[in-house]
């Protein structure tokens, strides 16, 4: 199929209380386990590709990394019958407007470091470039920190506030908003309760889909009492990197001789799918497709 805007498919999960996954891809072969892993479980999924991931991809140049992964996103999807949105991820503003004209079927901004005025206008704005091309809109408000492997102080997380919440989706009309709930982004082990109380004032008053960053790090528990409570995306990526980077290196610690990308490249990506698989049927999403 050709990529799709993911909306009406998270719309659908709101309805009847599932998720759809977010999955970020670094790598051509992350990219096609996730597909794969949709095809497998006839469920709608979402690649998206982070700031740090295209500038990886782009070797130093983020938009050169957008045109990879456009036309990856693109290859991608139509290889398969399962429907597959292509997101762009706590995007910088230049970096949304490119994402939109390359044709990217949903786009964050990640208002990180502006003003609650700042980061209202700017969404606003990238909203209505979005909505132009029929794209989903997701910001944040908030903070899930990114304390990329460095300590990091938990009682400083900022969390939601249900009135900030509300004031920013009606003064910017995104379709979906990203909050902060006390999960933190890279962590390797699931130790991490959201404070549910918070998830529920927030959704008693902001009718939008609300999106859970940073799952790896969230105890399943919690990650399913979300689900109910209505979070209906939720974004991967340790996880799936753990995966990936674990079978390459079981390949390459089994045999120091071997020098073929692709003998251990490819269970990365088998490794990689089989765990997309995984949180799409945790998620509830497995066979919604069909
Ligand atoms: O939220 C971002 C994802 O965890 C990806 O992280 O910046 O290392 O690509 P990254
Ligand atoms: P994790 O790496 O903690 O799974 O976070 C994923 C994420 O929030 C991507 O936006
Ligand atoms: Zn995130």
Same mark, same amino acid.
């Given at each position: 199929m050709t990529l799709q805007n993911v909306l009406p498919w998270i719309l659908r999960a709101r309805q009847e209380c599932w998720a759809v996954g977010a999955f970020n891809a670094n790598t051509l072969e992350q990219a096609q386990a996730i597909v794969q892993a949709a095809q497998a479980e006839e469920a709608p999924a979402i690649i998206q590709v982070s700031h740090r991931a295209l500038t990886y991809i782009g070797s130093g140049n983020e938009i050169q990394g957008l045109k990879y992964i456009a036309a990856i996103g693109k290859v991608a999807a139509e290889s398969v019958t399962a429907p597959i949105a292509l997101h762009l991820d706590h995007g910088m503003e230049r970096e949304v407007l490119q994402a939109l004209a390359l044709g990217f079927t949903s786009v964050m901004f +990640?208002? +990180?470091?502006?003003?609650f005025e700042e980061n209202i206008s700017i969404t606003k704005r990238l909203c209505e470039a979005a909505h132009s091309v029929g794209a989903c809109m997701e910001a944040e408000v908030g903070e899930v920190p990114k304390p990329d492997g460095k300590e990091f102080d938990g009682s400083a997380i900022a969390l939601t506030q249900p009135e900030e919440a509300v004031q920013f989706t009606e003064a910017t009309e995104i379709d979906t908003l990203a909050v902060a709930l006390g999960s933190v982004h890279g962590?390797?082990?699931?130790?991490i309760s959201l404070d549910l109380e918070c998830l529920a004032a927030i959704r008693s008053r902001v009718s939008i889909p609300l999106v859970l960053h940073?799952?790896?790090? /969230?105890?399943d528990n919690d990650i399913k009492l979300g689900i109910a409570m209505g979070l209906c995306k939720v974004n991967v990526a340790t996880q799936l990197n753990q995966a990936f980077t674990g079978a390459i290196r079981d390949v390459l610690n089994g045999d120091g001789?071997? /020098?073929?990308?692709r003998k251990y490249l490819a269970p990365g990506r088998n490794a990689q799918m089989e765990i997309v698989r995984e949180r799409i049927r945790f998620f509830g999403a497995s066979g919604k497709a069909r």
């Open positions: +990640d208002g +990180d470091g502006y003003s962590l390797k082990t699931k130790q940073g799952s790896s790090g /969230v105890s001789d071997l /020098v073929d990308p």
